[in-house]
């Protein structure tokens, strides 16, 4: 029986307001009031995200927003910084999945992005990944989720930062994104017959996710991103090479005390079997996420890894999760799910 928060979803036609009504359907303290998109007003959610057939809910007109308790907005970057203070007028809580209030400052979005038509909201925003942000996830009622790409990032680094592995440190990351990273409007880089079989570079240097790599652990990354075929998932393996290299016992008290307590990260660091250190298609359809590390003495290096499925820890499912925080519901509650095994590409 659905609950008695209410939640909308505005941009629900695209991959992650898709993923964001499957989460909110099942999830107990959650009553889903509206999907917004423009493209498909009046028609069924269920002729767009053909697995939300059965949840009864056609989509409306952006400009017809009721008031609810929580609003999710899944809209392209730059909508919500034009839309935050219509949709404060009608929700308690705002959870923006875009890079609209990710970071900081103003001059981070000059940097990075286009520069930001409502700087005077940036303060209020609070970072999305529970890893790092949950005692201000609290109460709080303008989130911003976190990308993919700095979320698989983040959490496979963000170890070696408590510890303090990661000051001075020489760090390059190289991020493996399967296609729903690009939206449902992807372009014809995202089609099927380009992007099936490759391991393509698409942001080699300057990828807007630096910023909040940078921003949250403090430090200076070297990062390039590939577009490889699959569907769901983010791989990071970050090359770290610290002034004074830690040894394998370090490095699993580590990894231990930053994640002995969380509720949707497992350490896989060797072992036996095929899945021996972090695999996407192992978190497939779940907020989890998989970190890891190997330790190359011979080269003063450490190999830290991490997996995630894109559209749920690195989007959907991390917002949930944080708005589970910031609402005091148990913070797994809606986010139970198991992988599967054996699954195709992601």
């Known amino acids: 029986m659905a609950g008695t928060t209410t939640a909308s979803v505005v941009g629900a036609s695209g991959f992650a307001g898709g993923e964001l009504l499957r989460l ?90 286009d520069g930001h038509s409502a700087p005077e909201h940036i303060d209020d925003a609070v970072y999305a990944l529970p890893e790092l942000s949950r005692d201000d996830l609290y109460g709080a009622d303008l989130i911003a989720g976190g990308g993919c790409n700095a979320t698989a990032t983040i959490l496979g680094l963000l170890p070696l930062h408590e510890a303090g592995l990661l000051e001075d440190a020489h760090v390059v990351v190289d991020v493996k994104v399967g296609s729903s990273e690009g939206g449902a409007g992807g372009g014809p880089a995202s089609s099927h017959p380009e992007r ?88 497939a359809g779940t907020n989890g996420a998989e970190v890891g590390f190997e330790l190359d003495e011979d080269n003063d290096r450490v190999v830290a890894f991490s997996a995630i499925d894109n559209m749920m820890k690195g989007s959907a499912g991390q917002a949930v999760h944080a708005a589970n925080l910031a609402l005091g519901f148990g913070e797994t509650t809606g986010l139970d799910q198991l992988g599967l095994h054996p699954v195709g590409s992601p």
């Open 196 to 283: 099936s079989g490759v391991v393509r570079p698409y942001a080699p240097t300057g990828h807007r996710h630096e910023a909040e790599i940078e921003q949250e652990l403090g430090l200076s990354v070297s990062f390039t991103a590939h577009a490889v075929d699959m569907v769901r998932g983010a791989s990071a393996t970050c090359h770290v090479f610290p002034d004074e290299t830690p040894s394998t016992g370090d490095l699993w008290t580590a990894y231990r005390e930053t994640y002995e307590d969380e509720p949707f990260v497992d350490i896989v660091a060797g072992g036996g079997g095929v899945y021996r250190y972090p695999e996407p298609k192992a978190v």
């Open 24 to 113: 909110l359907a099942g999830h107990p303290e959650f009553e889903v009031a509206q999907a917004t998109s423009r493209e498909y007003a009046n028609k069924t959610v269920g002729s767009v995200h053909p697995n939300l057939r059965d949840l009864g809910v056609r989509f409306t007109p952006p400009s017809d927003l009721e008031a609810v308790d929580v609003l999710f907005a899944a809209a392209p970057h730059g909508v919500a910084m034009d839309h935050l203070e219509e949709w404060r007028a009608v929700a308690d809580t705002v959870v923006d999945l875009s890079a609209d209030f990710r970071l900081d400052s103003e001059a981070q979005y000059e940097e990075w992005y």
